[in-house]
């Protein structure tokens, strides 16, 4: 016979079960804090401890947001809505492929509806360059891999060797800048050929709390 759960556990789990079946991937700690009225992360940290213990979840130490919702024959609980394995980029090397197979660290299971078609790929964000846009050091980006993208669009960019997200901007002069959303950093100058530096488009922030 299963072990009992409390009323707030059994709200976790159907937390946790939910976004993962609707959504592709789990909550953060956040998320499931906001939904069952825990205001501490470690009170959150906590639930989850007696929960994996219990064997109802499982969890990647290395994978901050990787929780797995174990259900009957000890599997785990897979998403009812298509999902696509989107490659998470570590170093990209200038003028190679950025799919590289030796470039990707692992591959994030994510909703379709959430980022859509074409070649897709990750990167982690480094820096603080973006924050008055919301993006913070450690977040995910899911980008859409393409050469160009449209004025004031959020975009990655190699430039000089490494990979920056930035807001991409076109002068009436036509010369091209990407823009922080910092204003503790200048805007970096691109040359004629910047079409070539872009790696393709923002589609979706990602971050792990």
């Known amino acids: 016979m299963p072990p009992e759960l409390t009323s707030r556990q059994q709200a976790i789990l159907d937390t946790i079960r939910r976004a993962v079946q609707e959504r592709g991937y789990p909550p953060s700690v956040r998320e499931i804090g906001d939904a069952v009225g825990l205001k501490s992360p470690s009170s959150v940290h906590a ?3 007696t929960l994996e213990e219990m064997g109802f979840i499982r969890r990647n130490p290395a994978r901050p947001r990787a929780i797995e919702v174990m259900v009957d024959g000890g599997d785990p609980l897979e998403p009812t809505s298509p999902t696509r394995h989107v490659p998470l980029v570590g170093e990209i090397a200038a003028g190679g492929p950025i799919l590289a197979e030796e470039q990707i660290t692992e591959h ?18 480094r820096g603080e360059s973006m924050i008055e846009a919301g993006v913070l050091p450690g977040d995910v980006v899911v980008i859409r891999q393409q050469p160009t993208v449209e004025q004031g669009e959020m975009c990655a960019a190699l430039i000089d060797g490494e990979a920056t997200v930035k807001f991409f901007r076109r002068t009436k002069s036509g010369e091209v800048f990407l823009d922080p959303a910092n204003e503790r ?23 792990s709390l």
């Open 185 to 207: 950093y200048e805007p970096i100058p691109v040359p004629r050929d910047a079409d070539s530096a872009i790696m393709g488009r923002v589609v979706t922030v990602m971050r």
């Open 47 to 49: 639930q989850m401890n």
């Open 108 to 125: 994030l299971a994510l909703p379709e509806s959430m980022v859509g078609q074409g070649t897709i790929f990750a990167l982690t964000v």
